[in-house]
């Protein structure tokens, strides 16, 4: 099973609300990301997990708080978000981080921010 | 720097031929992964085929074939037998180690649409 799955599918938000976008994976993969992408262009990283321990965060703001609270889940809490913010949110796993494994992603959630 | 380079922003292909989308990186590191992923318009990355840096062959999984050369540092993809569920965003991209793990770079896709 290479499935990652991630909900919501869609998610509106105005900027004063707190939502959190959940992913999940079962393949016993020790790595998992998450990725920004707008429209026509490719995924930007943002936050790094490797066994459970934040490994990279590419300067995201901290309207954006990644949790991980076992090895098979990734969240990432939202808070005031800014229009601007509004992209596809995709969640991603891996083998591990060290190596050069392919990345299995999710569906995706686009997120509006009104 | 940019790491993965896709020139190709567009392309168009006839209903059960072969077209390759074109793929250049840059690293000086000695181990890597280059990987091909298409995104439909529903948003999901699918994985389609991976080459390893120290890989001899090339790689190919059912229609895909990564053609590798390595002194060029080129990974080109090619879709044989071309099918209208083949129309999706087609994105390069390259895993490296580096000192804070590993490090994955996306080019900037290439959007193929295969006409009936």
């Known amino acids: 099973d290479t499935e990652v799955t991630q909900t919501p599918k869609h998610l509106v938000m105005g900027m004063t609300n707190k939502k959190s976008l959940k992913c999940e994976q079962h393949m016993g993969h020790r790595a998992m990301y998450w990725y920004k992408q707008k429209a026509k262009k490719p995924p930007e990283l943002m936050f790094v997990?490797?066994?459970?321990?934040?490994?990279i965060n590419e300067s995201v703001p901290s309207r954006f708080s990644p949790e991980c609270p076992n090895s098979s889940l990734l969240n990432l809490h939202l808070h005031a978000l800014q229009p601007e913010d509004s992209a596809l949110y995709l969640c991603a796993s891996s083998q591990a981080l060290a190596g050069n494994y392919e990345q299995y992603f999710g569906p995706g959630t686009r997120l509006t921010v009104t | 720097a940019q790491k993965i380079t896709q020139t190709q922003p567009g392309m168009f292909v006839q209903e059960k031929e072969a077209v390759t989308l074109d793929c250049t990186y840059d690293t000086s590191d000695p181990s890597y992964g280059l990987f091909w992923y298409k995104q439909p318009s529903s948003g999901e990355m699918i994985f389609l085929i991976y080459q390893g840096s120290y890989d001899q062959q090339n790689a190919t999984e059912g229609r895909y074939s990564l053609n590798f050369q390595k002194a060029r540092k080129s990974a080109n993809l090619v879709i044989s037998a071309s099918q209208l569920g083949d129309s999706a965003m087609y994105f390069c991209a390259m895993s490296y180690i580096s000192n804070t793990g590993n490090q994955f770079y996306f080019g900037t896709g290439t959007s193929l649409t295969v006409i009936p």
């Open positions: 997990y490797s066994y459970e321990k934040l490994s």
